[in-house]
């Protein structure tokens, strides 16, 4: 049967979906071009058009996948709620033993990123973005008289470098704390960050 012929945006989509599911299953570093292309059907030259290097096609499929979970952040925080009840529903799903599906990956990058710059760039400038976000609804909070965090740009960086922090000790090892553990956990640094009475729950 013939191939469907996709724009070029169809095909670049497409690309990076297979691009995740490979690194996903592979890892970031042993990826090949010659994967994605065995798993779609097509030749290594027509992903190399493009994208005209693996390190590339790497970074863009990260850019893809963890801009699919910004959206969804963004998406939680732009509710009308309370912010601490929008910041609290984030980390939630943030947590690693939330719904946020980037972990994986997020992992792998930080990984490969130590040793290529294109990826590294890519996943400096999507870490701003996460903290960039809880930043602005932080700084809303303080600014309604919900909470007195003295310092919100900090505290997002915290924050988010511990959830960070509990993502590799889930996704890497095994034996760890059970999900409700961690939920309290992740609720009651926010708690501390916030300057609220932590409620662990």
Not at 20 to 34: F, H, N
Not at 48 to 68: D, I, M, P, R
Not at 72 to 88: D, M
Request: hydrophobic share 50%; proline share 3%; net charge positive.
């Amino acid at each position: 049967m013939a191939r469907v012929r996709l724009s070029v945006a169809e095909r670049r989509e497409e690309l990076l979906r297979a691009a995740v599911e490979q690194i996903e299953a592979r890892g970031a570093t042993a990826v090949r071009v010659a994967d994605v292309a065995t798993a779609l059907g097509v030749s290594n030259a027509l992903v190399l058009y493009h994208f005209s290097t693996k390190e590339q096609l790497v970074a863009a499929a990260f850019q893809h996948a963890a801009e699919g979970d910004l959206a969804e952040l963004r998406r939680i925080l732009g509710r009308r709620s309370p912010a601490v009840r929008r910041l609290r529903a984030a980390v939630r799903w943030y947590a690693p033993t939330g719904q946020a599906k980037g972990w994986r990956l997020w992992i792998e990058a930080w990984a490969a990123g130590l040793r290529d710059p294109e990826l590294r760039r890519v996943a400096a400038s999507l870490d701003q973005a996460w903290k960039a976000a809880l930043t602005a609804v932080i700084d809303e909070g303080v600014a309604a008289g919900e909470f007195p965090c003295p310092d919100p740009a900090g505290a997002a960086w915290r924050l988010t470098a511990y959830l960070d922090g509990l993502a590799v000790q889930t996704m890497v090892y095994t034996g760890g704390l059970s999900r409700t553990a961690m939920l309290q956990w992740a609720d009651a640094a926010l708690d501390r960050e916030l300057g609220l009475p932590t409620t662990g729950s």
